[in-house]
């Protein structure tokens, strides 16, 4: 049945969002898209494919993954047919997925499994600025590979990719949660606490060493033992003395001894992949809030800012077993990436040519005397690959221009009735002013060739 | 706390999707890619703009646009902290959504709006071959012009797409609601009957003539009103003749005459864009299921098949009024994309280019020795713009050029500890069996010019 005319005037619905949720007109879709290639174009360089899943995960999958309070902010979903609503959620991540599809397609993927997934995921979190209840993950893991030069690869692939957004001063973080347990046994710490310890120095940016400190005591961890582990903990030396001061006192300890061994050797990779020493460092108070997380771990921060991290990752060898029901080691990344568009923006950092719209071209038309020849006009130049819009209304030339102007179209193509007799055009373009006519002939080369 | 090993072999969680979704592994996405690449490109072209929306929309924003049985169809969602279930839905379209924006972001958008929007829609239908219950839709839309240049615009957009992306003979049928309306009053059929012609007529390709008349009988219309709609809606002359037989018998009818016009003026500016007549026709049995178009109706189908529409779409004047409270002309067409991604293999449609792997070199590595060096080497080429990747494993030659002509990588690297002395590489390309040694400050250049 059509919508009616009366419907439009008495049925009328306010159009509004779902809380936390955004919409992107074109001008913030072509900003996004800049960062969205320029990842994409890198995880291209470095050897990684695009893998997509559904949107809709079954709870199961999910669920027992991540930790209570992350699954008390899921979304759940159902089918209006299913009297079951509990039985699907939206994904709350893109690592849990990718550790399905490795154990679901074991036999249709070969190893190592180089994949970046770039997509939406859903969180009921309290909507703040730069906090959004659906956001995209960028996200690049190696499946299959247990040596550092995996985890190398991603330190590397992250470092290439802010470069080339132009980011200034970051730093990539590194630690191992190998390290993390030596310190806890070195301390004194019992095994079930070591969990207390990641929840708690995961706070040290915010509350500082004597906040991490209380929240020890406060979680009933002896005076002594939390005496023993800050020091270790905070060790801050340039480059590889800072493991070199940890094995002093750690040494002894078979998981520190593995722990060094890696840091190490991942450092070394590093190096021969030509990253600078000034992009990254050891952080011993940096534990990453997930538990699957196995040896390296790695955030990165902009130096000198409080932003907070706009990366983060880490090596995670036992999460595809739990779909396999055998390990298989894994290591990989996540870019902070709506963080990372925010800072584009307040950092300034998108170079001047990027535009408001796709459009290159404007079509004037004058009416219908010019409209059919305006309509080839149009065409022609889509022909020759130029991006071209033709006006559509019924405007004065003034106007005509002033909307190419704001929409920031470079170029306008005026075709009068004199031009059409003449077989000529007028070109003009914004940001020189310059003016001219032109044969119709010439028009797309004309064209390509100040576009460029 | 650390997922263990023991967890690993115990909680097994059996890998699986929910009914009616995928996962795409590289391969496929890289197809699909292809695919969406070349529609991208010709929305450019055409200078239609990207927007985005969320996943999610309120239940009020949609319910009650697409009729009962559609409804049935969706999929609800909810915070898991909330206790109202039936607040949110997943999208079903992206026409709604559209109008929403256009409504809510009014005064942020310059008019006429050209939009395209690529992504996902949620649709519990009965999951079989070819349809699925997560898919993707490729829309593009114009908003608030009400002239048939726009209409003319989405046709032509639709036939560029198709033939860029090599579709063999295909045609778009176009009709007119106002036709329709016309036909109905001509015939005798009451007004509130119109909504039984659409759903009837809409099965003409599946029941043929005589299954729409018994199933407009079986809806309570009568006989000799099914007689004289009949042979109207089967009038099938070439191009403008079908226009004229037409209003031989519904000249006297202002709505006639207002369709006639309309289809009128919409092939002329087809005929400027320089779309060969073979790509469209005037077709009065194809009515298209939605009930909010207005005027001119598309729909694409690949000739002589079965393959059922594989593009849709029409103008619908009074869909945003819902949302803003007044009328606002619109016109579009929605590409069935999963349909024709399913076709372009069918069809073999892909170009002989397309690759398994987005990598163009793997660069081996024969154990300790000379991984740094491959690192290294692996950075230099990368820095020179080419996708390579590291080999990670501690495998023999033969191995690692097993792997690499199985993935469809095209060149290997293979950097040997001689190579190294040498300052030298050895290059393998598959396609040809060309094997050679050369410098490696030469190696960058090569593979560029063997790529293209």
């Given amino acids: ?262 840091l190490r050797e991942l450092v070394t990779y590093i190096e021969a992949a030509g990253i600078p020493s000034e992009y990254y460092e050891f952080d011993f108070t940096m534990v990453r809030g997930l538990g699957y997380y196995t040896g390296p771990i790695f955030e990165t921060v902009i130096i000198d800012t409080d932003y907070g991290s706009i990366s983060g990752g880490g090596r995670y060898d036992n999460l595809i077993g739990l779909f396999r029901g055998e390990s298989l080691p894994t290591t990989g990344a996540s870019l902070g990436i709506e963080r990372i568009i925010d800072l584009m923006d307040e950092l300034d950092l998108y170079p001047a040519h990027i535009n408001n719209t796709v459009v290159d071209v404007l079509v004037t038309v004058f009416g219908d005397e010019t409209r059919h020849e305006a309509v080839k006009l149009t065409a022609e130049l889509r022909e020759a690959g130029i991006k071209t819009e033709l006006y559509m209304q019924d405007r004065n030339l003034r106007r005509q221009l002033t909307y190419a102007n704001r929409k920031g179209i470079p170029f306008v193509v005026i075709l009068g009735t004199d031009e059409i007799e003449q077989g000529i055009v007028t070109l003009k373009q914004f940001n020189n002013g310059d003016e001219m006519k032109i044969a119709r002939d010439e028009l797309a080369d004309t064209i390509h060739a100040r576009l460029t």
């Fill in 1 to 262: 049945m059509p919508i009616t005319e009366s419907e439009v005037t008495t049925k009328r619905i306010k159009p509004r969002l779902p809380r936390g949720m955004r919409d992107f007109l074109p001008g913030e879709m072509l900003k996004r898209e800049y960062v969205f290639n320029i990842v994409r174009d890198v995880f291209h360089l470095y050897g990684f494919e695009p893998l997509q899943t559904p949107v809709l995960e079954l709870s199961e999958t999910l669920m027992g993954k991540y930790g209570d309070e992350a699954e008390s902010l899921m979304y759940g979903a159902y089918h209006k047919g299913s009297k079951d609503k509990d039985k699907l959620l939206l994904r709350y991540d893109l690592t849990v997925p990718l550790a399905r599809v490795v154990a679901q397609h074991y036999n249709d993927i070969a190893l190592p499994f180089k994949r970046y997934h770039i997509a939406p995921v859903w969180r009921g979190e309290k909507p703040q600025r730069g906090r959004y209840r659906e956001f995209y993950q960028c996200d690049a893991d190696i499946v299959g590979i247990p040596d550092m030069v995996a985890d190398a690869e991603i330190v590397s692939l992250v470092v290439t990719i802010l470069r080339r957004l132009n980011f200034p001063q970051f730093r990539v973080k590194i630690n191992n949660r190998k390290l993390l347990t030596a310190i806890g046994q070195y301390s004194g710490l019992e095994n079930g606490q070591l969990s207390d310890l990641y929840r708690s120095v995961d706070k040290f940016d915010k509350v500082g060493a004597d906040g991490v400190g209380e929240e020890l005591y406060n979680r009933g961890i002896d005076k002594d033992v939390i005496g023993r582990m800050m020091p270790l903990l905070q060790a801050h030396q340039p480059g590889l003395e800072n493991l070199d001061h940890l094995e002093a006192s750690l040494g002894h300890l078979e998981v520190a001894q593995e722990g060094l061994r890696e």
